[in-house]
T-cell receptor, first 112, second 112 residues
């Protein structure tokens, strides 16, 4: 089983739609969680951190469910500029290791 | 402005060559990482370092080595390049495992 699993998509949605991505992780000792965004042929960049209480940044809402070991990202009122690949990232400890583990990404295309 | 710089954007090397990929960060970060990104597989961790002269294997270290002689510089070495090492290589750095990681622009390596 992969440590971090995401639905690869692609998700093709019209402008203004609401879209949700889910991600599951296998390491129950994981401590920090993030969503990164990666535009085509560019490096990943942090979109938002994910906190236990859930957090919102404008049109973006992230949720964490530790009991079920999943993370979600909700995008409301999608814009064309939201088209990108969204990467779920889990940071934690595996033995003595301290590392970022990435999901393979979910591709989103927002259509006019 | 934070910056992670990789020495080359594009590189073409022959099978059997020794290849050096350099990464420099100017943020005084302790942690540095090397990933490769392939379609359908996402980002996979090759090696990481949490201090000068310290290194730990990631998920796919075979065929690679690393060097961290100075805090700001983390080098990835392909001892004898092979065609299956053709990939996008991404370097990242962070203050600690629970904070944002900053990526370089990536090096697209082709081994022929």
């Amino acid at each position: 089983r992969k440590e971090v699993e995401q639905d690869p998509g692609p998700f093709n949605v019209p402008e203004g739609a609401t879209v949700a991505f889910n991600c599951t992780y296998s390491n129950s000792a994981s401590q920090s969680f993030f969503w990164y965004r990666q535009d085509c042929r560019k490096e990943p960049k942090l979109l938002m951190s994910v906190y236990s209480s859930g957090n919102e940044d404008g049109r973006f809402t992230a949720q964490l469910n530790r009991a079920s070991q999943y993370i979600s990202l909700l995008i409301r009122d999608s814009k064309l500029s939201d088209s990108a690949t969204y990467l779920c990232v889990v940071n934690g400890y595996s033995g003595s290791a301290r590392q970022l583990t990435f999901g393979s990404g979910t591709q989103l295309t927002v259509l006019p | 402005d934070v910056k992670v710089t990789q020495s080359s954007r594009y590189l073409v090397k022959r099978t059997g060559e020794k290849v050096f990929l350099e990464c420099v960060q100017d943020m005084d970060h302790e942690n540095m990482f090397w990933y490769r990104q392939d379609p359908g597989l996402g980002l996979r961790l090759i090696y990481f370092s949490y201090d000068v002269k310290m290194k730990e294997k990631g998920d796919i270290p075979e065929g690679y080595s690393v060097s961290r002689e100075k805090k700001e510089r983390f080098s990835l070495i392909l001892e004898s390049a092979s065609t299956n090492q053709t990939s996008m290589y991404l370097c990242a750095s962070s203050t600690n495992p629970n904070t944002e990681a900053f990526f370089g622009q990536g090096t697209r390596l082709t081994v022929v």
